[in-house]
C-alpha cells in the first residue's frame, strides 16, 4: 500500500515510471482481499496516479523544441479509467 499511496504526489511531479509503480502497486491491493478502508484508498490512489499519467504523457508530446508547450487537455474517453477508479473509491 505504501507504493500504491506515495504521498510524494502532493508535493512533487512524479516521473510516468514512478506514476506508473504506483497505479501498479495499487492494483495489485485491489487484486488482493483487503479491508474496505484499504481498497477505498488503493482506488482513489490508482485514479490519481491514472489522471495524472495521462496529463503528464500530454503535456510530454506536445513539448516543443523551444520549450514552450502546446498542450491540449484530455478528453473524457482519456481519463475513463481514472474517473471509474475515483467513482469506486467514493
Known sequence: METCADERVKTTLLSLSALKTAEAACGRVLAQTASDAE???AAFFRG???FLGVVQSGAEKAM???GSVAYAPPAVADLR???KDIRDAI
Do not use: F, G
Open 64 to 66: 516543443r523544441r523551444d
Open 81 to 83: 479509467a481514472a474517473l
Open 39 to 41: 481498497r477505498q484508498k
Open 48 to 50: 490519481l496516479m491514472r
